[in-house]
């Protein structure tokens, strides 16, 4: 296999034979949806257990990740209501087939933070795949690497064993496929150029993974000392999660005033039907309460989060002075 190991590397190897159960389940849907000329690209950890692994039960998995055109998700969602599976509490993409090990299907629309990667661009330079016994499309290599360090930096601001692995083993597996300078071109126009010279950076001393030097130097941040530099370092060399980072990171690393007010507003201003069923409102006019609710929630999570950064840094400074 790709893997090397050091006393960093929590890496979260095999056997996971309650995939087995998932992927048969999820042959079932595949199958329905190529039957019903239903396009769609399978995202993150069951494209790559299949293309990359190529042993299903080799790292955990807990869902399925699907990118559908717009079109399309009315028919999906009749499709998954038909096969017993059931809208997710909290949530307005999510579906549960309920058991004795669950079955969960996130649909998706687009790249999530990716906003800068078209669709028509995403849908077309994607790869043809077979996941679950079922001709399917996945992202392109270039696209994989940038929604991989998305997802891990931004929707969840930690390093977790499996995404870390994820990424230095899919690297290896197409390392004479990748379109490096694509990839730095992207990364710029995403805002994700931070990051990702963090989270490579991270991936290198636990994997040694075969990232071209001239890649690094052109990532690497002008200012190491600037705060959205050492705010990144420090979430992705953290040894658990900083609370509430992921509402921090998507705000600092965004350029412009404008582009932060946009995203406080996001998570201040939700829309009606997401806060209804986030907080499980039976009566409508209820909501309008609930996004006070909502404001002094998030106000708090974003003090514990900057005072818990705080605290590492002046930690980080102390430890240095000894």
């Known amino acids: 296999m790709f893997l090397k190991r050091d006393q960093d590397a929590k890496v979260l190897c095999g056997p996971h034979p309650e995939n087995i159960v998932l992927f048969d389940q999820w042959h079932v849907i595949l199958s329905v949806l190529r039957l019903a000329h ?36 009315e028919k999906v969602q009749k499709i998954l209501s038909q096969h017993a599976f059931l809208p997710f509490p909290q949530s307005r993409t999510s579906y549960i087939k309920p058991g004795k090990i669950p079955i969960i299907i996130d649909i998706h629309m687009d790249l999530g933070f990716l906003e800068q990667e078209p669709l028509e661009r995403i849908w077309g330079e994607a790869l043809p795949a077979t996941i679950a016994s079922v001709p399917v499309l996945v992202l392109s290599h270039e696209h994989t690497i940038l929604y991989l360090i998305s997802h891990l930096v931004l929707s969840h601001g930690y390093p ?19 379109n490096w300078p694509l990839i730095i071109d992207r990364l710029k126009s995403n805002q994700l150029r931070v990051p990702a010279y963090y989270v490579f950076l991270r991936i290198q001393n636990i994997f040694q993974t075969p990232i071209p030097k001239e890649i690094m130097e052109i990532l690497r941040p002008k200012n190491q000392f600037s705060l959205q530099a050492k705010i990144v370092q420090l979430a992705m060399h953290s040894e658990r999660p900083i609370p509430y980072i992921d ?60 005072a818990h950064i705080t605290l590492q840094v002046i930690n980080k400074i102390f430890n240095s002075g000894k």
């Open 160 to 178: 977790l064993a499996k995404w870390v692995q994820d990424i230095d083993v899919y690297i290896r597996k197409y390392e004479g496929w990748i």
């Open 247 to 306: 509402y921090i990171l998507p705000v600092i690393l965004k350029n412009g005033l404008g582009s932060k007010i946009k995203i406080i507003f996001t998570y201040l201003f939700p829309e009606r039907f997401e806060m209804i069923k986030r907080y499980n409102i039976s009566i409508p006019i209820l909501v309008y309460p609930f996004y006070l609710v909502r404001w002094l929630n998030l106000s708090w999570k974003v003090i514990a989060g900057l």
């Open 38 to 73: 239903i396009d769609v690209i399978v995202l993150k950890g069951a494209a790559l257990l299949e293309t990359v692994y190529q042993d299903i039960t080799f790292r955990p998995l807990s869902d399925l990740d699907l990118l559908f055109r717009g079109g399309d998700v």
